[in-house]
């Protein structure tokens, strides 16, 4: 079946009414996929589309905001049906329509995040694995955080790097801060919490009655700092959002370090996805990183 007839039957069979799509709109703004608004009687969908082979990354993609939706703390694109075609693979989601921040709205989204990361599961980790970015994301459970973050995160990382090339000084630096970061944890109790996982400026929105939205995560159960850490990587969060968050969860001594640590990571997969100067950052922070242990 073509590829927007089976989507539309799809919305069809997910909703238990009838879908048929009559406009199909670009909607810009995506980094990997293409993404389009679908309408259809009075009902619009987000869809995105990518390769075939991309139907697990969505599928994993759907499974996390429905993981987010179930906490009822932050408001995310209900996840609506999901597949593939030789064509594509293919995700729908509930059409946001976006607005403008009110005044309060950072506030609001600095209190909801505290509130997920109060919802936390018995190990690390995730029920499946899924993606970061275009590089898959591994998140076999573990009941410890150090160890989950050593093989799971930064030393999955660092391998991909090395098979990329990574220049030998990142790679022996990143081998010892793998041995002894986990003096940098020391004194933290660190809790098994609902992560967003991908959360940069450009997963985070505010909807047409002022209320946060967070989408397109990478989600896991993992150290609440790591979802703090990359909202400060590429800026795009206010000092309200920082204030209401601690208010409601305060961070733990050793933070503005640790968040090197946790960022680390998604600077390797920089690396790893575009390669160029992302490897100088990594070292530069591994650097520091080191000189704090
Ligand atoms: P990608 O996986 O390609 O990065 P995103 O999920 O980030 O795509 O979505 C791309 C853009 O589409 C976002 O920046 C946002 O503006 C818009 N968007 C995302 N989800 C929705 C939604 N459910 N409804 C309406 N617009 C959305």
């Not at 991309?54 to 597949?83: K, N, W, Y």
């Not at 989204?109 to 018995?122: D, W, Y």
């Not at 029920?127 to 999955?156: K, V």
């Not at 209320?211 to 000092?239: C, K, Q, S, W």
Request: glycine share 10%; charged share 20%.
């Amino acid at each position: 079946m073509p590829l927007w007839a089976d989507i539309g039957r799809s919305i069809a069979e997910a909703t238990g009414a009838q879908f048929h799509i009559e406009s199909r709109t670009s909607v810009g703004g995506g980094c990997i996929n293409a993404a389009f608004r679908v309408t259809g009687g009075r009902r619009a969908y987000f869809v995105k589309t990518s390769a075939p082979h991309a139907a697990d990354m969505f599928a994993a993609e759907a499974a996390g905001l429905g993981e987010i939706a179930r906490s009822q703390t932050v408001r995310v694109p209900q996840p609506v049906c999901h597949g593939s075609t030789s064509e594509a693979g293919w995700l729908a989601l509930e059409f946001i329509d976006f607005g403008s921040a009110r005044r309060d709205s950072s506030r609001a989204l600095g209190q909801s995040l505290a509130a997920m990361h109060r919802v936390t599961a018995p190990r690390f980790g995730w029920q499946r694995d899924n993606a970061i970015g275009a590089t898959p994301q591994p998140n076999t459970p573990c009941a410890d955080w150090a160890e989950f973050w050593r093989e799971h995160r930064l030393g999955f990382q660092l391998a991909l790097a090395a098979r990329n090339g990574a220049p030998r000084s990142l790679l022996a630096k990143g081998e010892r801060l793998l041995r002894d970061f986990p003096a940098l944890l020391a004194g933290c109790a660190v809790e098994p919490a609902l992560l967003h996982g991908d959360l940069w400026g450009g997963n985070a929105g505010v909807d047409s009655a002022g209320l946060p939205v967070i989408y397109d995560p990478a989600v896991y159960y993992g150290h609440r700092e790591a979802d703090l850490a990359m909202t400060e990587l590429f800026g795009g969060f206010n000092a309200d959002f920082y204030a209401a968050y601690r208010e409601a969860f305060p961070l733990d001594p050793g933070y503005p370090v640790r968040k090197q640590l946790y960022n680390l990571y998604h600077v390797l997969n920089h690396y790893n996805l575009f390669g160029g100067g992302y490897a100088r950052q990594a070292e530069a922070m591994v650097d520091r990183l080191l000189a704090e242990i």
